[in-house]
DNA sequence: GTCTACATTGCACATATTGCAACGCTAGCG
DNA sequence: CGCTAGCGTTGCAATATGTGCAATGTAGAC
């Protein structure tokens, strides 16, 4: 397509991971040192790398700077990001906030767990997470209106991670109207099969559901029912984000509604 | 340099500013729109930018998740999150953390006042800061084994923003031997002359000064002294910080023995 | 000192990138 | 309804651009 584009976005990832000597680069690229060098010198003078004193290349602020900008850009980081920390502290779980972008749900912010079990997940920030199969990814789906839902799901190929992956129309169709009706959601190991999460909706000021908080703990940590008694904790950070956006929560209808399938939060 | 490079940079600058169509990616790169469509067809391919559904191109998720690789790396900013949330909830000021990195000061983390004076900074997670025309340039310089700071003072070539910009090596190194024996750094609106802050040193687990945390203000919303006020708060927060990092703060020597010029938590 | 390993520069070549022109699509409007 | 204007997209030929090579510079090991 463009190949010096590529071979620049190739070397930039590469130095992402791990610092890269000249030679590294070259090698990786299968191309000449020479080629390696005035591709590095190009992304250099833009602060996409930047070169150590070892004379190693690794990313550079150009590059975090630029996407501060975008991340920054989202109020909703902004306003979440002390209720995150809050959660985390008070579980001692992972944290999560997760947002609907174009076609994608992409995780905007993380809190680690201090705990050893951090390091085994493998989500991260700007990353984008199975609409399908995860606590956050079907909470925005279940508030979404149904056409757009349509749209997002038509791209969709189902694949059955684990054994209780909602692989399909049906199976999901139903997982997400007990979603609307609780007004939270689980994953139960649906994407990796030890990965545990509990999930709840975030509002903006027209009421519209635009993104997802969860906590996540790996099973030998917390199983499914630990994760929920959480819950309570976990409603009321989705709620404070949701005010802080301009929210004004619906009076609450007398308790003898039932018959209203969705939450009655809609 | 290598110019297909150059122009994908560009674009992606200009995407992260504001969504960019077709033609005005051409328009500004002064290229036809067949040229433009393939460079952003590869950004694309990479998820450096993507499409909405206007057909406009915006930043994508990919220079994020790099960029989170990158900073993710730094255990500090974990460390330091909440804190810095906190302190800056207590003190209503915005508050900075900032890291030497190869030869500059990067911003690594910032937390917004919600005061409007937020939009005036011009300081940014990811852009480098004055290294001696800033709180946090100072307090790091200052802590820095001589000939590391000497290799960083070499390169500078210092330029007089204000009236009170330390704006040679003579009053530079005085001013560092004030913060030394302070223990914490101001800035006297030194880069721009509205713009206040008071700065505190974070040590790793040797006890090496490898970042600084700061909280700013613009004049009219609180004057230095004002700020000053927060001291206690800011050094809390940074030995918290150095704490978690692994420092073990060396037992406070005996109140007389003023003549050690060195920071008495050296 | 010599050797090796690495980064850097100048230059000739050819290939990847470019601009053009033609096409398709949508929306606005007479 | 059909025309036009504006935008994105594709195929192709020309060449400017990026490439590899070979030579040079530099730093460190032995």
Known sequence: MAQSIRRAIDLIRRSAEHPLSLTEAADVLGVHKSTALRILQTLESARFVRRTGAGTYVLG???????????????????????????????????????????????IDKVDSPAFDAVKLPSRVGRAVSIYASAVGKTILAYLPSEERDRLLSHVV?????????????????????????????????????????????????????????????????????????????????????????????????????????????
């Open 61 to 107: 602020s150009g590059l975090i700077e630029l996407s501060e900008l975008a991340l920054g850009s989202m109020d909703l980081r902004q306003f979440a990001a002390a209720h995150l920390r809050a959660l985390q502290r008070e579980t001692s779980h992972t944290v999560h906030l997760a947002q609907l972008t174009g076609d994608e749900i992409i995780y």
């Open 158 to 266: 189902f694949d059955r991670f684990t054994g209780t992956t909602f692989a399909d129309h049906e199976s999901l169709e139903a997982e997400l109207v007990r979603i609307r009706e609780n007004g939270w959601a689980t994953d139960n190991g649906e994407h990796d099969a030890y990965v545990m999460c509990v999930a709840a909706p975030i509002r903006d000021s027209r009421g519209q559901v635009i993104a997802a908080v969860s906590i996540t703990a790996i099973e030998v940590i917390a199983n499914l029912d630990q994760l929920r008694s959480n819950l309570p904790r976990l409603l009321e950070t989705a709620n404070q984000i949701s005010r802080e956006l301009g929210h004004t929560p619906p009076p609450v209808p007398s308790p003898a509604t039932p018959e209203d399938g969705r939450s009655i939060d809609e």
